[in-house]
């Protein structure tokens, strides 16, 4: 099984919401996902979608959405973004998904091969961003659910490599050790990947191996709007990457 992840794919949602506003690249940004996507990605293989899946405010609006997603090869892992207001009940995400997609939300799911854990996440203390109380409440909330999720996957594991996915990014290169590395790092996860950042922001992305851990920026802007491939080998285990330092998207 070959492992990918590609963040923020902002499919309309029923709207006549254009993404070009924030830039030509993102012209046809759907069309250029679903190309890649079709060509790379096998029936037995895993696309990891951590967030802001489609710009819909209701359930009904975002179906459609899903069902484009649904089409393409591969098994789908959903993770919710600060933008997917559809995503109100897991219970109603969990019966509009149809077969071969699955949600994370808090929770752990055995592909296999790999086991993938992640949460939401949220603004990191030092990022840049004042904090309000209430972002300090929801970002303390959300480090208690990378914990559950964390604990609950290092059961089903049993020493097969761990992917995390989270839609905020855990960490900066000014700021990298937050509530959020210090949970992760109490684990023996592989694979961080992470979306939400765009244009100019993609430079403030931290990339690359930090005490064990890979992180990988996945929003599709970042990556030119194709997946990026986790490394895995063939018997599930993790090809770590071998640059220690940050490393560049392309």
């Not at 699955?102 to 799911?109: D, E, F, G, K, R």
Request: proline share 6%; aromatic share 8%; with cysteine.
């Amino acid at each position: 099984m070959k492992l990918f992840a590609i963040a923020d794919l902002h499919m309309p949602g029923g709207a006549d919401k254009s993404m070009d506003i924030f830039g030509n690249n993102w012209e046809g940004h759907v069309e250029k996902i679903f190309s890649d996507w079709r060509v790379r990605v096998g029936k037995e293989d895993a696309v990891l979608v951590p967030g802001d899946i489609s710009w819909a405010m209701y359930m009904e609006d975002a179906i459609p959405d899903l069902l484009h997603i649904a089409e393409l090869p591969g098994k789908k892992v959903l993770l919710k973004g600060n933008h997917d207001y559809w995503w109100s009940s897991l219970t109603k995400v969990k019966e509009a998904l149809p077969q071969d997609m699955y949600v994370i939300q808090h929770s752990a799911l055995d592909l296999g091969s790999c086991v993938v854990c992640g949460t939401r996440g949220w603004i990191c203390p030092g990022c840049g961003e004042n904090l309000t109380p209430e972002d300090e409440k929801i970002y303390h909330r959300e480090c208690i659910r990378l914990e559950l999720s964390l604990q609950e996957g290092a059961k089903l594991a049993n020493g097969r490599p761990i992917i995390v996915m989270m839609h905020y990014p855990p960490l900066y290169p000014q700021n990298p050790d937050t509530g959020f590395t210090e949970i992760l790092e109490k684990y023996p996860i592989n694979y961080v990947v992470y979306g939400h950042l765009h244009g100019k922001g993609i430079a403030a992305r931290f990339e690359g191996e930090r005490h064990g851990i890979s992180y990988m920026l996945t929003s599709c802007d970042s990556t030119d709007f194709c997946l990026r491939e986790i490394p895995m080998s063939e018997d599930g285990n993790d090809e770590t990457i071998s640059d220690k330092s940050p490393v560049s998207i392309h």
